[in-house]
Each structure stands twice: as structure tokens, then as C-alpha cells.
């Protein structure tokens, strides 16, 4: 028997209402401001992603020199892996890794405007047991 639900992610940064806009134009979905400090992105499917005002938020170096931590990455499924590309490059994404070995690899990696990694994972890739 499960002890919890899932509830959310939430993301620190120091603008939370331009993060959480970001990603409604990559997922769509309503932003709700909670307080001046908390925005929550109910994106289409229910799932919900929140944003957190932490002034002093640095974002993680990706790809670490010394081989540390991510923190966290979120995967978002598309179709069209070049159209999403130009689609959240427009919107402010920085590209990290966008060598998807000719197709082969399934995923690219971008930051978001305030350096949290994620990544466009084509849809029809197979999962691995």
C-alpha cells in the first residue's frame, strides 16, 4: 500500500511567475499565483508543477566538471523533436546537449530561463525493462 500521492514538483528560481509562464507555453495548461513567492502551473493531464522565489537560487552546472548532481531534470515527450526544439529556444531555452546521435539517443537537454535542466524525449522512444 502506497503511503503517499504525488502532488507536485516545485522548481526554486528567482522569478516565479516568468518560470511558470515558460512552461505553460512548453506544456500548455493555467498558471495560479498562490502568493508573490509560489506559482503553480496545472498543466493538461493533471499534473502540476510549481515555482518557488528563492532569491539566492543558482542554477546546477550542467554538465558538472566534477561530475556532480543535476539536482532534478524534467522529460517532456514530443513528436517533432526539431519543431519543439525551435519552439522552446524561442521561448528562452539554452541548449546543453543537443547531440541526440542521429536520432538514436531519443532525448536532447536544455535549460530553462533560470538554468533548471530538462530535456525533449522523443515520444515513440521504447522504454527499457
Do not use: N
Not at 493555467?30 to 522565489?53: C, M, N, T
Not at 528563492?54 to 513528436?79: E, I, K, M, N, T
Not at 531519443?106 to 535542466?117: M, N
Request: hydrophobic share 35%; net charge negative.
Amino acid at each position: 500500500m502506497a503511503i503517499a500521492t504525488y502532488g507536485l514538483v516545485a522548481l526554486d528560481c528567482q522569478d516565479p511567475p516568468a518560470l511558470a509562464e515558460f512552461y505553460a507555453s512548453v506544456l500548455g495548461g493555467e498558471v495560479k499565483r498562490y502568493d508573490d513567492d509560489w506559482y503553480d502551473l496545472y498543466a493538461p493531464g493533471g499534473h502540476r508543477i510549481s515555482f518557488q522565489r528563492a532569491p539566492d537560487h543558482r542554477p546546477p552546472d550542467w554538465p558538472s566538471a566534477d561530475g556532480g548532481s543535476q539536482q532534478l531534470h524534467l522529460d517532456f515527450d514530443v513528436r517533432d523533436m526539431d519543431t519543439a526544439q525551435a519552439q522552446v529556444l524561442a521561448l528562452g531555452a539554452t541548449p546543453l546537449d543537443l547531440d541526440d546521435q542521429g536520432g538514436s539517443r531519443g532525448f536532447r537537454v536544455y535549460a530553462d530561463p533560470a538554468g533548471h535542466p530538462f530535456c525533449l524525449c522523443q515520444e515513440d522512444r521504447e522504454p527499457k525493462d
